[in-house]
Structures are given as C-alpha cells and as structure tokens.
C-alpha cells in the first residue's frame, strides 16, 4: 500500500500496523446478535450490564413502592445492579421497555399480588414467571448469581 507517516525527522516512514483480539465495541455487538429476540436484547447473566429489572405497577403506591425499594436496597447490598422502572407508565410500557433493555430477571411488584404478599419473578429468556414472596425473590436472584 506504500502507506507512510511523518516519522520524528519528518521524513516518511513506512506505516505498520495491526490488530488482534475483538474490542469491546464488537463483543456487546456479537453478544446482542446472538442473544435476542422480536422483544428486544435478552442479556446473558455474566455479561448483563443490570442483572435484575424491578417493575412497580403501582408507582406512588404506599405498599408497591416499600417493597421496590427493598428489593433494590437487597440487590444491591448483594452486589447485584437492580434496574428499577419507578416511571409513571403503563404496565405493558414498563414491561415493553425491560424486555428491550433486555434484564435477565425481573421482578414485578403489584398491589394484588401484594394483598397475598407475593411478587413475580420472570425469566427474560425463557419468559417464565413464578409468584413467590419478595424475600424468597431475592433470594432466587441472589442464587442465580451465586455462580456467575
């Protein structure tokens, strides 16, 4: 290619140059490529930049908004990085906007399943949910992870 650089003299040297190994910029690429669906991204555990989404469907709610912020507080102090959606939307937005984010796990908080003091926790890949108490919640997050 005859590709040169003004060298310290400012005479021409020849340019040489190389690249090994992919960059980060192209890994989040080939993670997203091979981890997604019509939804939007399903990041993998060990590379998911928020390990856990939180959805209060009831924002404002004196019960809902308690025990989101538990749930963070608890994910946190586990060294999990919670994503929490405290937006004044919809239910079918928050949950449109977690599945594009793409959070391997999340937990729904709502005031009837809280009348029976159970929350949801679904699997973003498989988009199974199981109700079960915020407590056991996190502790399912927090075993998850234990491995990862």
Not at 16 to 32: C, D, K
Not at 94 to 112: E, H, Y
Request: include cysteine; proline fraction near 6%.
């Amino acid at each position: 290619m005859k590709a040169t650089v003004s060298g310290p003299d400012g005479k021409p040297v020849p340019l040489h140059m190389g690249s090994h190994g992919i960059g980060v910029s192209r890994l989040i690429g080939a993670i997203i490529e091979a981890n997604h669906d019509d939804k939007g991204i399903i990041w993998p555990e060990s590379v998911a930049p928020y390990k856990v989404g939180i959805v209060n469907l009831k924002q404002g709610g004196d019960d809902t908004d308690v025990v989101c912020e538990q749930l963070y507080n608890g994910l946190a102090l586990c060294g999990l990085d919670p994503l929490y959606d405290d937006r004044n939307e919809r239910a079918g937005a928050k949950f449109a906007s977690m599945d594009l984010i793409g959070c391997p796990w999340r937990i729904t908080v709502g005031p009837r399943g809280l009348k029976n003091g159970m929350v949801e926790l679904t699997c973003r890949r498989t988009g199974e949910s199981e109700e079960m108490s915020p407590e056991a919640a996190l502790e399912r997050c927090t075993q998850i992870y234990s491995g990862v």
